[in-house]
């Protein structure tokens, strides 16, 4: 089965930059759409962003187009999220996720990382 296992979280100040990293245990990556979801304290978790299998296809949160990116490296069986222009409303434990479908309800997906924290000073 595919294990995730994120990196790059920490703490930021607001205006400046983080990159998330998402490795895949198996070559199997390379046919599963990658997300991230992000939960902060007291809410649900929430879609940010997602890539298909050839990386042509993205989808992102409006709250979050134009400032992260998401991308992958299918030889290295891992996924990445800059986030940029941080805001303080960014803060919350990102999640990396995996499932067969492009989609942003996270019900669909099969497969999750630990999480990691991100936090944003303002």
Do not use: H
Not at 2 to 12: A, F, Y
Not at 90 to 100: F, N, S
Request: proline share 2%; with cysteine.
């Amino acid at each position: 089965q595919v294990q995730l296992v994120e990196s790059g979280g920490g703490l930021v100040q607001a205006g400046g930059s983080l990159r998330l990293s998402c490795a895949a245990s198996t070559r199997i990556f390379s046919m599963y759409t990658m997300a991230w979801f992000r939960q902060a304290p007291g809410k649900e978790r929430e879609f940010v962003a997602a890539i298909n299998w050839s990386g042509g296809g993205t989808l992102y949160a409006d709250s979050v187009k134009g400032r992260f990116g998401i991308s992958r490296d299918n030889a290295k069986n891992t996924a990445y999220l800059e986030m940029n222009s941080l805001k303080p409303e960014d803060t919350a434990v990102y999640y990396c996720a995996a499932d067969r479908t492009f989609t942003t309800w996270s019900r669909e997906y099969d497969y999750w990382g630990q999480g990691t924290q991100v936090t944003v000073s303002s």
